[in-house]
């Protein structure tokens, strides 16, 4: 068995009492944080507005996060899912979980409409294509028929 901190009595014995219950669970499972929309926009406002050597560090220190949230969070907010207003993303567990999934449709929309795009794209330079050869088709028989018609007047 392994043994952190967290299993050691908190009496500052350091656990070396014969005495110490080393079989108790530990007090709760460990919850994860949820960060209001407000908190997330005023960290990287706050992150982005710092430009001193080892300030942004302290910030995540202070603060107990990490870039990658900063970076998250940002991304969110410049796709427009992490603003005051939008009572989701934050709030409870299953309120985030419906953000998750509004951000996979809209994912998945973003895809869908890029696949379409550039499905008309090629359909379109086909189209051009075939407009050119049809244009000097067009210009080679009325090349033809003007070269006829001076034929056929000199011949007469």
């Known amino acids: 068995m392994t043994l952190t901190n967290a299993d ?3 009496d500052g014995s350091g656990g070396s009492s014969a005495g110490a219950d080393r079989t108790r669970p530990r007090a709760a499972n460990p919850q994860r944080r ?5 908190y997330k926009l005023k960290m990287v406002q706050e992150y982005d507005g710092l ?3 080892g300030a942004r560090g302290a910030l995540l220190r202070r603060e107990g996060l990490y870039q990658s949230h900063i970076e998250k969070w940002r991304k969110a907010r410049d796709k427009g899912l992490l603003t ?3 009572p989701g993303a934050g709030g409870s567990p299953t309120a985030a979980g419906q953000d998750r ?4 449709a809209v994912w998945s929309e973003n895809r869908r ?4 795009n550039e499905r008309l794209a090629a359909e379109l330079d086909r189209t ?3 407009l050119e050869i049809v244009g000097k088709a067009h210009a080679l028989l009325e090349t033809l028929s003007g070269s006829a018609e001076t034929t056929t007047s000199s011949t007469r």
């Open 128 to 130: 051009r294509a075939v």
């Open 101 to 104: 999934r509004d951000g996979r």
């Open 8 to 10: 050691l009595p908190s």
């Open 113 to 116: 409409l890029k696949e379409e």
């Open 84 to 86: 005051v207003g939008n």
């Open 34 to 38: 949820v960060f209001s929309n407000s």
């Open 51 to 53: 430009s001193e050597h």
